[in-house]
């Protein structure tokens, strides 16, 4: 393509990106007021592929990895680049508090371990609505195309029921790219940042992750008589304190957390139970020192156990790798949404404890993942405050959790213009 047409098509797609809001809107909103936890997205990804198929895409597969869908767009003009856009589509297991119109009144009382009440808490309602834009838009001038869009919907993103697979590697394993092979894959996560504004960073963005599963077996016996059993509580105790001290026993430098998040049993006020499950996760930003703090935690949970008579299994499942911008990427892909947004919201980040399993997708075909601002917040130095008068400030996973409507516009308009400027050779292979 000419340097007139590259100029003319980057046009056309910022205006049909801008037309494109309300509908958008629309399917946020209905995204959000419908939402499906991870591996059973069957109502969201049957949206997905009616919408695709709408737009007049060349192929739209379904059922990857449990609800995944992947819809190809070929371009009219001969290109051998394919452009990935990815979306997760999962929801949380969050009471929704947000106040919006359209908030989440769904209890899923058939999930593993439910009854549970469902929202959109992370905003992949977002993500799921301005990729699914981004399809409409780019169809709308493949004759201008030179190469491929791949649109890439992911269920289970926040991790599937225990017992399941799911997620970004299970697409890669379930062949989803055997066929056809992305040469970037690109995202952005909608964040507490302010509104707009596109937050970046160089290196691992996101930590390294895995679950635990800590098992504490004991002797059962009446709440009356604790010395004729092993009561698993004080360990219990020992074993969730001495997690939040693990951090210290790697270099300061290294960011490091230890969670545990559910304490699981089953008896009663005047019983002393005989099994105890801790469930939690591990990030390390630095990937390196994984292996270091589940060697830790498992020494530790054994030890606090055996001291009091009590046995401690530990398991570590579902890991997810770090996410990684490299340079080159970051550097290919900046002045496009420069171009798009400006200099002036433009913010380079520290990596984060967050994960996000995009970091298969990067690994394996490249590219990059960015933080986009959908919330009433400012900067104070290096941290974020709430702007007055405004919405407050309320992180992901939060039931407070929301994202401003209007402003995903450009989250849009960013992702249409990388697309198209990867196809055109802007952004390296």
């Known amino acids: 393509m000419g340097a007139d047409d590259v100029a003319a098509t980057r046009k056309l797609l910022d205006e049909r990106a801008r037309d494109a809001l309300g509908e958008l809107i ?8 419908h939402p499906e936890l991870s591996n059973r997205e069957v109502k969201t990804s049957a949206l997905v592929a009616d919408r695709l198929r709408q737009a007049g895409l060349d192929e739209v597969h379904t059922g990857i990895a449990g609800h995944g869908v992947v819809g190809v767009l070929r371009g009219g003009r001969k290109g051998d680049r394919v452009a990935g856009l990815r979306a997760d589509m999962d929801a949380l297991p969050v009471a929704e508090a947000s ?5 989440s009144t769904v209890v899923d009382s058939e999930y593993p371990g439910g009854p549970f009440p469902v929202a959109h808490a992370c905003g992949h309602d977002c993500h799921t609505s301005t990729v699914l834009g981004a399809a409409d838009v780019l169809a709308s001038v493949r004759e201008d195309l030179p190469g491929t869009v791949m649109f890439v919907f992911q269920p289970a993103e926040e991790g599937p029921p225990i017992d399941e697979a799911g997620g970004a590697k299970a697409m890669i394993d379930a062949g989803a790219f055997t066929d056809l092979r992305p040469t970037m894959m690109f995202g952005m996560h909608v964040a507490p940042l302010p509104k707009g504004v596109v937050g970046y960073g160089i290196g691992n963005q996101y930590a390294a992750s895995c679950l635990v599963k800590i098992e504490v077996v004991a002797k059962q016996v009446h709440g009356s008589m604790p010395w004729a059993g092993i009561d698993p509580m004080p360990a219990v105790a020992d074993i969730i304190s001495g997690a ?3 951090y210290r026993q790697v270099p300061a430098t290294e960011a490091v957390t230890v969670s545990i998040g559910h304490v699981e049993d089953v008896g009663r006020f005047n019983i002393i ?6 469930w939690g996760t ?4 630095d990937e390196a020192s994984m292996g270091t703090v589940q060697d830790n935690l498992r020494r530790m949970a054994e030890h606090h156990a ?3 008579g009590a046995s401690a299994t530990v398991e570590y499942l579902q890991y997810v790798p770090p996410l990684a911008n490299t340079e080159e990427w970051i550097d290919a892909i900046l002045p496009t949404v420069k171009r798009v947004i400006g200099p002036d919201r433009l913010v380079e980040m520290p990596g984060m404890l967050g994960y996000d399993d995009m970091s298969e997708f990067t690994r394996a075909f490249g590219g990059a993942y960015l933080n ?18 405004g919405r407050g400030m309320a ?4 039931p407070a959790f929301y994202a401003d409507d209007d402003c995903l516009v450009d989250s849009l308009r960013i992702h249409v213009q990388v697309a198209f400027d990867h196809l055109v050779g802007g952004v390296p292979k």
């Open 244 to 246: 939040g001290q693990l």
């Open 372 to 389: 986009f601002g959908t919330q009433d917040t400012q900067f104070a130095g290096t941290s974020l405050a709430p702007v007055e008068g």
């Open 26 to 33: 629309q399917t946020r909103h209905h995204l959000h007021s």
């Open 306 to 308: 055996a001291a009091y």
């Open 395 to 398: 992180m992901n996973h939060s």
């Open 282 to 285: 591990i990030r390390c930003l």
């Open 273 to 278: 139970g005989e099994r105890v499950t801790l």
């Open 99 to 103: 106040g919006v119109e359209f908030a």
